[in-house]
């Protein structure tokens, strides 16, 4: 029996319909597959029942990745390794399909270095990801709530995003405090050029003060400059979360301008 150990987020999913419906999420058959933090292999199982062409599994924790290499012997290739410090754009020769019940506590930085990383295109199909209900929230946000900000932007800038279901505390051992749910990201075929530095430096900048008017974060950044504020038909007596994503993606693209 596997001690789960909390520093690194695991709650191992038990839950059958669960399970079959993450599975059914992506098209897994004859596909290069990529899943994050397998934990014990309740997912992997699943996965590779459907056939998958490759198998590929990140997994931090030393003990588990020993007991997964006895388990699935060669029909998946096991990185024991952080998957923070991998770049996976320079893994693999196809583009994969990735699935992972996240680690929580570094889901978000998970998903921003996918997003941040991209080079020359997407090295993935599509992911299928299970985040804590609260983030997940954050990332769907839409214009003008409160959970709209720093995360639904960043992520809606290359990503479209679909969320599949919530999922209880009971679908997991051990049980989690919290609700989770399954978000579907596909790559966007269009999106503004910008570096992610500065859409990181934008958002971070004008979402600091959430409550106050755009005033100060525009003029903090782009010194009043009015050309900019027509151009992009801002109104600075509005709050960070009335601008829409392509507002920011511009002001982004402006910024690189000014810096210049
Ligand atoms: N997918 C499994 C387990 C999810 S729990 C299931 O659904 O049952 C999260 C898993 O991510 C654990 O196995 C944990 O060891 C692993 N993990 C935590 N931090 C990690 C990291 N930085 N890199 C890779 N795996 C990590």
Same mark, same amino acid.
């Given at each position: 029996m596997i001690k789960a150990k909390k520093s690194l987020g695991q709650n191992f999913l038990v839950d059958k319909n669960i399970l079959e419906k993450i599975v059914t999420t992506a098209d897994i058959f004859d596909k290069t597959i990529l899943?994050?933090?397998?934990?014990?292999?309740?997912?992997?199982?699943?996965?590779?029942?459907k056939n998958p062409k490759k198998m590929f599994v990140i997994e931090k924790d030393n003990q588990l990745s020993n007991k997964l290499k006895?388990?699935?012997?060669?029909?998946?290739?096991?990185i024991n390794d952080d998957v923070l410090k991998i770049d996976e754009t320079k893994l693999?020769?196809?583009?994969?399909?990735?699935?992972g019940n996240l680690p929580y506590n570094i889901s978000t930085e998970i998903l921003s270095k996918w997003i941040t990383n991209l080079k020359d295109g997407f090295w993935f199909e599509c992911l299928v990801l299970m985040f804590q209900?609260?983030?997940?929230?954050?990332?769907?946000?839409e214009i003008n709530t409160s959970n #709209?900000?720093?995360? !639904?932007?960043?992520? *809606?800038?290359?990503?479209?995003?679909?969320?599949?279901?919530d999922?209880?505390?009971?679908?997991?051992?051990?049980?989690?405090?919290?609700?989770?749910?399954?978000?579907?990201f596909q790559p966007k075929k269009n999106f503004v050029k910008i570096k992610p530095s500065s859409?990181?430096?934008?958002?971070?900048?004008?979402?600091?003060q959430r409550r106050k008017m755009l005033k100060k974060p525009f003029n903090q950044l782009f010194n009043g400059d009015q050309k900019v504020l027509n151009k992009l038909k801002i109104n600075l007596n509005l709050r960070p979360q009335n601008l829409n994503f392509e507002t920011y #993606?511009?002001?982004? !693209?402006?910024?690189? *301008?000014?810096?210049r």
């Open positions: 899943e994050i933090g397998p934990g014990t292999g309740n997912l992997t199982s699943c996965i590779l029942e006895n388990k699935f012997q060669n029909q998946i290739n096991i693999f020769k196809e583009k994969v399909t990735v699935f209900k609260e983030v997940a929230d954050r990332i769907i946000a #709209y900000g720093r995360l !639904s932007i960043i992520c *809606n800038w290359k990503l479209d995003i679909q969320k599949i279901c999922i209880k505390p009971e679908a997991f051992s051990p049980k989690p405090k919290i609700n989770s749910s399954l978000l579907f859409l990181e430096k934008i958002t971070r900048v004008f979402f600091n #993606y511009n002001l982004a !693209s402006e910024y690189e *301008n000014l810096s």
